[in-house]
């Protein structure tokens, strides 16, 4: 076991659990905006899918059905603007960070290799890069990066935490660098139905790579946008000379999305009225609690897309995280995702209507 845990970094919100206790200490109960996690009902017809489907005494497929692909190839035509996607441009996934951290190692990724991710960002691209033993580097820019033993690009838009969106002709440029060196590009694109400020774009998009998928590969979850974090329903899209060889190493290890998971996928993907409904709630609450953040005097820095606040006073994290704790408030110290931001908190969208009211409150008072 200490070998393993050699490997992999502290689990970061372990650290977190004193200013937990003091946050939920308030007479009035914690307000908790730490984590993305869904707090609304999963969508009538996705449970009504779940439900049909309950009597699956069979093992899935690790390609799932032709129903589920069918769907995710029109969703990524429909959405995204992606063209001629065919079944052998997606594979489903058991949620996208199962992805995320054992990708390079199913790519065969190990000591001599590089995998890149940007310099804030989800902590998982870092561990999957240690647990398969490879190299790892974070980048403001990656196109500035040396592509010697870079085998993997991680992009990230909209950005977790910082909601920033990569513009296409950012994307373009990215893209075509890329494949000038012979990198392959994962972009994790979870959050791109969540635009506010900014209309997010897929490196899935003509615009982007120029009618070819060749290098390409993009993440997608429904975990924020049909409030699916519990189902574990994921895939990818992109390129078939990556995506084959995936699918055969997720045969061998058993990585199959189980069958009424599948189901509801087929549903939540066939549907878009959910998805205006809860971002209508999600703009709502963006709206009160960046308000409430202003007048309390924080600064509000990107934030155009994705379910979370990127705000600093200019202070340690951990001082606003003390100040926020104190008034019942949890949310995520900015170095969590690196250490450039260290003097800022991440701000979760991801509560009740209720508990967002109350923050306000606390805030504004």
């Given at each position: 076991?200490?070998?393993?845990?050699?490997?992999?970094?502290?689990?970061?919100?372990?650290?977190?659990?004193?200013?937990?206790?003091?946050?939920?200490?308030?007479?009035?109960?914690i307000?908790?905006?730490?984590?993305?996690t869904?707090?609304?009902?999963?969508?009538?017809?996705?449970?009504?899918?779940?439900?049909?489907?309950?009597?699956?005494?069979g093992?899935?497929?690790?390609?799932?059905?032709?129903?589920?692909?069918?769907?995710?190839?029109?969703?990524?035509?429909?959405?995204?603007?992606?063209?001629?996607?065919?079944?052998?441009?997606?594979?489903?996934?058991?949620?996208?960070?199962?992805?995320?951290?054992?990708?390079?190692?199913?790519?065969?990724?190990?000591?001599?290799?590089?995998?890149?991710?940007?310099?804030?960002?989800?902590?998982?691209?870092?561990?999957?890069?240690?647990?398969?033993?490879?190299?790892?580097?974070?980048?403001?820019?990656?196109?500035?990066?040396?592509p010697?033993?870079l085998?993997?690009?991680?992009?990230?838009?909209?950005?977790?935490?910082?909601?920033?969106?990569?513009?296409?002709?950012?994307?373009?440029?990215?893209?075509?660098?890329?494949?000038?060196?012979?990198?392959?590009?994962?972009?994790?694109?979870?959050?791109i139905?969540?635009?506010?400020?900014?209309?997010?774009?897929?490196?899935?998009?003509?615009?982007?790579?120029?009618?070819?998928?060749?290098?390409?590969?993009?993440?997608?979850?429904?975990?924020?946008?049909?409030?699916?974090?519990?189902?574990?329903?994921?895939?990818?899209?992109?390129?078939?000379?990556?995506?084959?060889?995936?699918l055969e190493?997720?045969?061998?290890?058993?990585?199959?999305?189980?069958?009424?998971?599948?189901?509801?996928?087929v549903?939540?993907?066939?549907?878009?009225?959910?998805?205006?409904?809860?971002?209508?709630?999600?703009?709502?609450?963006?709206?009160?609690?960046?308000d409430?953040?202003?007048?309390?005097?924080?600064?509000?820095?990107?934030?155009?897309?994705?379910?979370?606040?990127?705000?600093?006073?200019?202070?340690?994290?951990?001082?606003?995280?003390?100040?926020?704790?104190?008034?019942?408030?949890?949310?995520?110290?900015?170095?969590?995702?690196?250490?450039?931001?260290?003097?800022?908190?991440?701000?979760?969208?991801?509560a009740?209507?209720?508990?967002?009211?109350?923050?306000?409150?606390?805030?504004?008072?």
């Amino acid at each position: 076991m200490s070998a393993v845990s050699d490997r992999l970094p502290t689990f970061p919100w372990d650290k977190l659990e004193p200013y937990k206790k003091t946050a939920a200490a308030h007479p009035d109960g914690i307000v908790d905006l730490s984590v993305g996690t869904p707090v609304d009902p999963v969508p009538e017809p996705v449970q009504k899918a779940l439900i049909a489907a309950a009597d699956s005494p069979g093992y899935p497929t690790v390609w799932g059905t032709p129903e589920l692909r069918d769907a995710i190839t029109r969703w990524v035509e429909r959405r995204l603007g992606a063209r001629e996607v065919t079944h052998r441009h997606v594979l489903p996934v058991v949620g996208s960070k199962e992805l995320v951290a054992w990708l390079p190692t199913q790519l065969g990724l190990g000591p001599g290799d590089k995998v890149a991710f940007p310099r804030l960002a989800y902590p998982t691209y870092e561990v999957g890069a240690r647990l398969a033993r490879a190299g790892y580097e974070a980048y403001d820019d990656p196109t500035e990066l040396d592509p010697a033993g870079l085998k993997l690009l991680w992009l990230n838009s909209p950005s977790n935490p910082t909601g920033r969106v990569l513009s296409t002709a950012e994307l373009a440029r990215i893209v075509a660098w890329a494949r000038e060196h012979g990198v392959l590009v994962l972009s994790d694109e979870c959050y791109i139905e969540l635009g506010w400020e900014a209309d997010p774009v897929s490196v899935l998009h003509p615009d982007v790579n120029g009618g070819s998928y060749d290098g390409i590969v993009s993440v997608h979850s429904l975990s924020k946008r049909s409030n699916l974090a519990g189902y574990r329903a994921a895939f990818l899209a992109g390129d078939p000379a990556v995506l084959g060889p995936l699918l055969e190493i997720r045969k061998h290890g058993g990585m199959m999305t189980p069958a009424p998971t599948q189901a509801a996928v087929v549903a939540a993907l066939g549907d878009d009225e959910h998805v205006r409904v809860q971002r209508e709630r999600y703009a709502a609450r963006r709206t009160a609690l960046r308000d409430a953040l202003l007048a309390h005097g924080f600064r509000i820095e990107h934030s155009e897309a994705s379910l979370y606040l990127w705000a600093t006073r200019d202070e340690s994290c951990w001082t606003t995280v003390a100040h926020l704790a104190d008034r019942g408030i949890l949310v995520a110290p900015g170095d969590f995702y690196g250490p450039a931001g260290h003097h800022f908190v991440r701000v979760a969208l991801t509560a009740t209507d209720d508990r967002v009211r109350a923050a306000v409150t606390r805030l504004t008072t």
